[in-house]
């Protein structure tokens, strides 16, 4: 387990998946994302894939390939290639396991920066192979809610959405047999085009991914409480909310995400899958979100 900290906040995130597991507020001795042990995780990462590919496989150049749920960053070591008391860079470099479910030579970097007001978090991907190089992103964290110290409940939360002009539209979800989208969009429930009430009902359906991709930044608040969580998201072209749909458990997941799970059918050709994105060869994209409290 790696450890930063600066006046304000003390992280940890292991090594393994790069994940982080805990964020604390050194002056309120509190801690803002989930590690309860009905869902075990915390804040994975979600690379190469987004969700779970058809029949749990995809196509390059018409050869199947075996994918797992969000694909495999989330099980492989992490290594430690720059640390300060406030900062510290992961990498992950293919290998051999790598390669049998994913055809590509690349480096995975992922920075954690403490801020005054909360956590920067950069990812940048290079494609080291000799061809282009599809892939997706995204980010999964689980934050406490209520937040910690709060009197209120789940449903006395809402997000507000900065950035979309028009009414938020998500992907329609048919989970059976695992969620996947129909291809079709719908209509979130909003107040003022801008905010959403947060409620269990929200989530029959199970993961709510906004389609709009002007949103550049998601408030958890509540009116009962002076506490609230931001994340800023210019460079994820979409977000996705989720909770346990069959559990009321006290957590929301505000999932940057560039990149999509497939639509139900069958394998899907990544050169051609919405919502993928592609480097070229010796080419390099980076992404980058922060997390702020108040």
């Avoid at 790069?18 to 801690?31: A, D, F, G, R, W």
């Avoid at 990812?123 to 000799?130: A, D, M, P, Y």
């Avoid at 029959?204 to 800023?232: C, F, T, W, Y």
């Amino acid at each position: 387990m790696i450890t930063i900290e600066n006046n304000y906040y003390r992280i940890n995130i292991d090594e393994k998946g790069s994940q982080l597991t805990n964020i604390l507020n050194k002056k309120t001795n509190s801690e803002y994302l989930w590690n309860g042990q009905e869902w075990s995780k915390h804040a994975p990462l979600l690379f190469p894939a987004i969700g779970r590919s058809n029949k749990d496989s995809y196509l390059i150049d018409d050869q199947p390939f075996d994918m797992p749920q969000h694909g495999f960053a989330a099980d492989e070591e992490f290594e430690v290639i720059q640390k300060s008391d406030t900062a510290v860079t992961f990498e992950l470099k293919s290998n051999a396991t790598t390669k049998l479910m994913y055809p590509f030579d690349f480096s995975l970097k992922i920075k954690y920066q403490l801020l005054s007001t909360g956590l920067s978090i950069s990812f940048k991907v290079t494609n080291l192979s000799s061809k282009t190089m599809p892939f997706a992103l995204g980010s999964h964290p689980a934050f406490n809610v209520p937040l910690v110290g709060g009197k209120d409940s789940f449903d006395d939360y809402y997000l507000e959405f900065t950035g979309n002009q028009d009414k938020l539209q998500v992907y329609e979800i048919v989970m059976k047999p695992f969620p996947y989208r129909t291809g079709k969009l719908e209509l979130l429930p909003t107040e003022h085009k801008h905010q959403v009430k947060l409620s269990r009902g929200l989530f029959s359906k199970g993961l709510r991914i906004i389609a709009n991709q002007d949103v550049r930044e998601v408030k958890l608040a509540s009116n009962k409480s002076n506490q609230s969580i931001s994340l800023k998201l210019k460079d994820f072209r979409n977000v996705c909310l989720w909770t346990k749909e069959d559990q009321p458990l006290p957590f929301l997941c505000i999932e940057p995400f560039n990149g999509l799970p497939d639509i139900t059918g069958e394998p899907i050709d990544w050169m051609k899958k919405d919502g993928n994105l592609f480097l070229k060869p010796a080419q390099s994209k980076l992404m980058q979100y922060e997390i702020l409290f108040d």
